[in-house]
DNA sequence: TTGTATGCGTTATCAA
DNA sequence: TTGATAACGCATACAA
């Protein structure tokens, strides 16, 4: 083998920085010298489909073994041109649905030999697009995504063209991008949510929600004002609470709502405004559910704990994930369905317990 | 340029199947050629250090942009042996005190350019085990990790020798395996909670733990121990009870306990024993805290919601998954410190609410 | 300041 | 069934 005297300056140089691999390091070519074989015989005994003969196979499985020998990651990737990866972009992590979504992608992921990386955006637009951008380099085989910019502008997704990575939205998606989607029926939840709270002799009822514009928010809240309008109650503009992502500012935003507006009915589209509303409630000493009944969207496992046990409606998180996952993955087998719109809908659950009761409070 | 018949053949097959880059998609040498200059120029344009004119620069920068290049993620860590992504083990990913722990180390690695990868074990040692063997292909720089099996042999990590990688342990971890590591003062915050019930007028009291081999339920018994010692209560080993991951089971094992044993005090290792606890009560009319007093370990920032109020031993969780990110890139900055043992130490606190109040619960 | 040449570790192709 | 080889896309040493 001919080595320039460039290049072996080159080595020396990088072997005393540590940045290339030494004798401790194995490779292919290493483990092939090993076994007396060739690098194309070793790749054959790690790759299930080509021709190698069982014995030697095994051969090099065990020696393998031995000197801790794996296919590297990177080099494979450069060569098949692709990563075996997924990313994973939310919102926020410290929130019950989030982290049962992604355990569900996760699971599916791994069934599939596929590793995932998480990004979380804290509800940051630019961090979104930064991430989205960033992953188009490689690092990621497809996106599985709830979005955080409903707001702005969303064509920077068309902007790689054909180059695009498969990408599948769950829960929070833009609807005028046309990718597969995984979502709830959130219009009919509110629907119900809303005529529950009614039929619980309600009246006026004011809809928490962080930020009206998300597509999300208006889906829910149509929800919201049609059961309104069955029931002949007029719609209040301002009974429409805007909350914001800050705990503090939420506070102020939801006690002034209760003192001024008085609402008797309180529904919120995620379930931190509800906590906010029970803290609330606590401080100014409405009692719930006898002066404010209380319903929210929450996957949240001891929703029956709370002080009263709280009315939710609860989305299959976990399956939401996974079905997502399925998604993207069947984009990633077959190419040919690479354009396919696909939109599946998961039903959510209802759950009435004691902060919508008639009743006062027992427990 | 030469191209083997063979290889001609290759690529044109692969150009069909798609799997080889074709017009639409950018590398260094398109670039290159729609500016008319080397790849290195490129190359450098990319990265800080090297000698390169402003205005090539730019244009190169503007003109990447434009036709949306960005280095081959792959292409660069095979070059430059690091990946710049860490990997991210936990047991589980529902959990309060995990979920906030990966934001904590998710955001860090964020500043420092790193991505994260998140691996779920289930509680499955064999999945663990797994999970850090094929880490060492070079898809990681680095592993932070809370810990499965300490019922089994940790040696499997011994077995890289001075290929390990840098591995830094949070919360759970192994005792005999010499690695950086972040943990809280959980003998302390154990004794404070015991102390605590016994003040509270507890005399009959049980400590829950999910795995008593675990090193972290063994130093947190113990602290339970001590401070049962200085109060002279004499230790009852059927106190001690052994709840496993099961809901179901747990369910049992705790009506049973609660039954059979009379406790007046319940110190749960996890914020899952304590809601398993709290439906126990609920189902069996014992009164919190009247008839029983309830402390938990807990990260659950709706602990005052709770009927009633959860009194909690709160772990700075963020913080300790930003501790254990930086103590992991203090190892991957300079490798001189690779085997520096470094240990960081964060306190607890114990939050007082009705769930250990004297008096009957008022809200 | 820029270009040329080379190899990172792997895998697919073809030849033997 | 195995071996030789070229290339994946990039970054660096050195020459120009």
Chains 1, 2 share one sequence.
Do not use: W
């Not at 299930?48 to 090099?60: A, C, H, L, Q």
């Not at 919201?224 to 719609?235: C, G, M, N, Q, V």
């Amino acid at each position: 083998m001919f080595i320039s005297k460039y290049y072996s300056l080159y080595l020396q140089r990088n072997l005393k920085k540590g940045l290339i691999a030494t004798m401790d390091s194995i490779n292919i070519k290493k483990l092939a010298e090993a076994l007396n074989l060739s690098t194309s015989t070793i790749s054959r005994a790690f790759r299930d489909n080509s021709d190698i003969s069982g014995t030697t196979k095994e051969r090099i499985l065990a020696k393998a073994k031995e000197l801790n020998y794996q296919p590297n990651h990177y080099a494979s990737n450069l060569r098949e041109q692709k990563s075996k990866t997924i990313a994973v972009i939310v919102p926020e992590l410290a929130n019950n649905y989030f982290s049962q979504a992604i355990h569900g992608i996760e699971r599916v992921a791994r069934e599939n030999g596929y590793h995932i990386l998480i990004y979380v955006t804290d509800d940051d637009y630019k961090k979104e697009v930064n991430f989205i951008r960033h992953l188009h380099n490689g690092r990621a085989d497809g996106i599985i995504m709830s979005v955080s910019g409903e707001a702005n502008d969303h064509n920077y997704l068309n902007k790689f063209g054909t180059k695009r990575l498969p990408l599948v939205f769950f829960d929070r998606i833009y609807e005028d991008i046309e990718t597969p989607r995984v979502i709830t029926n959130d219009y009919n939840s509110s629907f119900l949510a809303t005529e529950h709270l009614i039929e619980q002799g309600c009246r006026r009822i004011a809809y928490l929600v962080v930020n009206k514009s998300l597509s999300i928010g208006k889906t829910r809240m149509k929800g919201y004002i049609d059961a309104l309008e069955k029931y002949h109650i007029p719609f209040e503009e301002n009974l429409i609470i805007d909350c914001s992502n800050s705990y503090e500012e939420n506070s102020i935003i939801i006690k002034d709502a209760l003192h001024q507006l008085k609402p008797d009915g309180v529904f919120t589209s995620v379930e931190r405004l509800a906590f906010a509303t029970y803290y609330a409630c606590y401080d100014l000493g409405i009692n719930i559910p006898q002066d404010l009944k209380v319903i929210s969207f929450s996957s949240l496992e001891i929703a029956p704990l709370l002080n009263p046990s709280l009315t939710t409606i609860t989305q299959p998180a976990t399956e939401i994930g996974e079905q997502a996952a399925k998604l993207l993955f069947k984009i990633l087998d077959d190419n040919e369905d690479k354009n396919l719109f696909n939109e599946v809908i998961l039903q959510s659950k209802i759950i009435v317990r004691n902060s919508t009761s008639k009743e006062p409070k027992n427990h």
